[in-house]
């Protein structure tokens, strides 16, 4: 059975709506699937209604930026409850202090001659500030994009070499994830219930055993193995360690948008296709 266990829509950084998300992957053939926003809630409802007319069953998700210790890692979490007003809480909280950084970059590439309606960007997102969304809402300013193109010494640069250029650098200022501690998730966890996934560890180089086991005791229930982020040798180990926790394994596209141009690729699922039969213990959370 084809599943996704990672999707991303307008109410973080995707591109599609919660109802456009859930026709792209029915004409996929996808028969389970989750949102997983970050940092938000914000589109499950509307996730969950448009699958269930769809033949979907819609699984409640949310990826996190969470940390223990001092070490950062992004986790997935799935079937909980997403009324409770504890976790809206932890989510605001983490909401405010995203949205206090990103004004702080904005201000910082005004002062240094760019042009930008701080207010008006961080009004159109209020539940989670997207850096690919800010990046899109400063190059359509006709001198910004001059401007950039011309220090760049490219007519096309990518988001990647944007974000490291203006919104990863000491002149401008960093735009930071806004990191929750795993000791917090993990409590709440205990009360509102669900799993706690480990997401594309190859991705950032998670792959380390004390890591996980600190991560097992404090809570953590699986790990994501099936990601496009993951290479063919890394999908072996993190499937061969995630047995020996006796993790569940899960998998995700992490499919965000269409890339548009004409590329033959237009996003993962172009190449990259879940199979719930290659994932162990997934049945308990699909």
Known sequence: MLIDL???????????????????IAAKGVKAAAITDHNTVGGVY??????GKLGIKAITGLELYAKLNNTRFN?????????????????RDSQI??????????????????????NRILDKYTHYVPINHVVDDFMAV?????????????YNPRENEIIKHYFNNKKF???????????????????????????????????????????????LDGVEVLSPHHSYGAVMYI???????????????????FEGDDYPI???????????NALRRVTEII
């Not at 991303?8 to 859930?22: C, F, I, M, N, R």
Request: hydrophobic share 35%.
């Open 46 to 51: 509307e996730f969950r209604k448009a699958c």
């Open 142 to 154: 006709p001198s910004n994009l001059k401007r950039v193109t011309e220090e760049m010494k490219t």
């Open 239 to 257: 499937q061969s360690l995630s047995k020996e926790f006796g993790f569940i394994d899960t998998g995700g596209s992490d499919f965000h948008r």
């Open 173 to 219: 200022g960093t735009l930071r994830d806004s990191y929750i501690n795993f000791e917090r998730i993990a409590k709440l966890r205990s009360l509102i219930g669900g799993q706690l996934i480990l997401c594309h560890p190859a991705k950032y180089n998670y792959i380390n055993i004390k890591f996980w086991d600190k991560l097992k005791k404090a809570g």
């Open 75 to 91: 986790l997935l979490w799935y079937n909980f409850d997403e009324t409770a007003p504890a976790l809206h809480n932890l989510l």
């Open 97 to 118: 202090r995203r949205r206090g950084q990103a004004r702080k970059m904005l201000k910082s590439l005004v002062d240094n001659g760019f042009s930008l309606d701080v």
């Open 6 to 24: 990672q999707l991303h829509s307008l109410y973080s950084d995707g591109y599609l709506t919660p109802t456009e998300l859930a026709e792209f």
């Open 266 to 276: 237009q996003g993962s699922w172009d190449y990259f296709k879940i199979d719930s």
